[in-house]
C-alpha cells in the first residue's frame, strides 16, 4: 500500500448528470474524509468516516452529495444532477484512529462540469 | 467566524535564499497547526505541524514557529530549492472538528 488512492484522476461531465468517485485509503487508516478545492483555494471539508460510519457532514454537502465507505474500506463520492459550480478537485485523506494527526491525502479526481 | 489565511498570495525568492511564508488564524482554540506543501495536480502532502503549547518546531530545512499573542503561524524554508516551488498552505485543527485549511501562498523559486 503505497498511499491513498483516487479514481479517476480527471471526470468531464455534462450538467445534469451523476458522476462517482472512488477513494482507496492507507489500509490501516480507520478515518477517510473528504474534501473539495476550487482553484486558488484550500481544500474545504465535505464529510468524514470512521470505519463505515459517516460521523461528520460539512453544510457544504448538499442533497445531491452522498458519501459511503460500506465496508470500512475503500469510500465512494457520487453527485448527483451535476451543476457547473460543483467543478473542482476533489480530495479524499485518510489518517489512523486515535490521533488528529497523519492525515495522508491522495492526489485527488478533478471534476469539470460542462 | 473561524478562518485560517494568509498575507500574501505569492512569493518570489532566489535559489538557495531563505522563505518565510506567514499565515494568520483565529480560532485560538485550535490544538495544532500544520503546514502543507501543494505540487500541481497533486493532493496536499505534509510537511511539518506544531501544538499549541509550542513556539517553535523544526524539521529538515524547515522551521514552523508560533505566536499565540498575535495569532501567527510562519513557515520558514533554509536554502530554497526548485523542488520547494509549490503552494503552501497552513492548516489548524481545531479540538472537536476538521482539518481547516487556508487559501495558500504561491511559493516560485527563481533560479
Known amino acids: 500500500d503505497t498511499g491513498v488512492s483516487q479514481d479517476p484522476r480527471h471526470k468531464i461531465t455534462k450538467r445534469g448528470q451523476n458522476v462517482t468517485f472512488r477513494c482507496d485509503p492507507i489500509?490501516?487508516?480507520?478515518?477517510l474524509y473528504w474534501y473539495r478545492q476550487t482553484l486558488g483555494q484550500g481544500p474545504e471539508f465535505l464529510t468524514y468516516f470512521q470505519n463505515e460510519a459517516q460521523l461528520e457532514k460539512s453544510r457544504l454537502l448538499s442533497d445531491r452529495f452522498s458519501a459511503e465507505r460500506p465496508k470500512g474500506s475503500f469510500s465512494t463520492l457520487e453527485i448527483q444532477r451535476t451543476e457547473q459550480g460543483d467543478s473542482a478537485m476533489y480530495l479524499c485523506?485518510?489518517?489512523?484512529?486515535?490521533?488528529?494527526?497523519?492525515?495522508?491525502f491522495g492526489s485527488g479526481t478533478r471534476l469539470t462540469v460542462v | 467566524g473561524e478562518s485560517v489565511g494568509l498575507h500574501l498570495p505569492t512569493l518570489s525568492v532566489q535559489e538557495g535564499d531563505n522563505s518565510i511564508i506567514n499565515c494568520a488564524y483565529s480560532?485560538?482554540?485550535?490544538?495544532?497547526f500544520i503546514w502543507y506543501k501543494q505540487e500541481s495536480g497533486k493532493g496536499p502532502q505534509f510537511i511539518i505541524d506544531i501544538r499549541s503549547n509550542m513556539d517553535k518546531r523544526q524539521g529538515q530545512r524547515v522551521t514552523v514557529l508560533l505566536n499565540k499573542t498575535v495569532k501567527h503561524l510562519s513557515l520558514q524554508i533554509a536554502a530554497t530549492q526548485p523542488g520547494d516551488s509549490a503552494v503552501y498552505f497552513c492548516?489548524?485543527?481545531?479540538?472537536?472538528?476538521?482539518?481547516?485549511f487556508g487559501s495558500g501562498t504561491q511559493l516560485t523559486v527563481l533560479p
Open positions: 480560532n485560538s482554540a485550535s490544538d495544532y
Open positions: 492548516a489548524e485543527i481545531p479540538s472537536t472538528r476538521q482539518l481547516t
Open positions: 489500509s490501516e487508516h480507520n478515518r
Open positions: 485523506a485518510s489518517s489512523p484512529l486515535g490521533g488528529p494527526l497523519g492525515y495522508t
